[in-house]
């Protein structure tokens, strides 16, 4: 009997362990395809993910991809369909300080281009706090907050601001 609990064990244990990997290794994918900017693949890809739901894929999981959806149209200019997936994803919230910190700065970058420069302020006042918070997310997007905020001052045109902020993203 123990053998066969110790043989289901080890069998549940890998195939949760492969559906995780499976999931980070599309998302690195996707990760990958946006810096080389192949917006129609990367829409394409997560469309295809969207609208067949896996069951492996938690609402979490699910929502990282939405975001990384939203960074895509915005790259590709379509930036009304940005902010109607950003807010859809503010309404569930399901998103981690990590991604949502992400989201945050997209969005300012959405409200900066819509030329609604009070929106894209309070975005990266609130992407700020939380990178105040972690020191795993200060890390990852520190640098893309600062150049966000010195675009925000050049655009006001605060040109020495907007300067100081952008020496600190070197």
Not at 2 to 31: G, H, M, P, T
Not at 94 to 109: C, S
């Amino acid at each position: 009997m123990r053998v066969v609990f110790l043989i289901l064990s080890l069998l549940n244990s890998i195939y949760c362990f492969s559906q995780s990997s499976n999931y980070d290794v599309f998302y690195d994918r996707i990760e990958n395809l946006i810096f080389y900017h192949e917006h129609a693949k990367v829409l394409d890809e997560i469309n295809f993910v969207l609208a067949n739901k896996p069951k492996n894929y938690s609402a979490e999981q699910i929502d990282n991809l939405k975001v990384l959806k939203v960074q895509v149209l915005v790259d590709a200019n379509l930036i009304d369909e940005g902010l109607a997936l950003s807010n859809e994803i503010l309404s569930l919230h399901h998103l981690t300080d990590y991604h949502l910190t992400k989201l945050l700065i997209e969005r300012a970058l959405i409200f900066e281009i819509l030329e609604d420069f009070p929106s894209s302020f309070q975005s990266l006042t609130l992407a700020k706090n939380n990178i105040d918070k972690s020191e795993s997310i200060k890390k990852k997007y520190y640098a893309t907050w600062l150049i966000r905020v010195s675009s925000w001052y050049r655009i006001q045109k605060q040109r020495n601001k907007s300067f100081q902020f952008a020496l600190k993203a070197k």
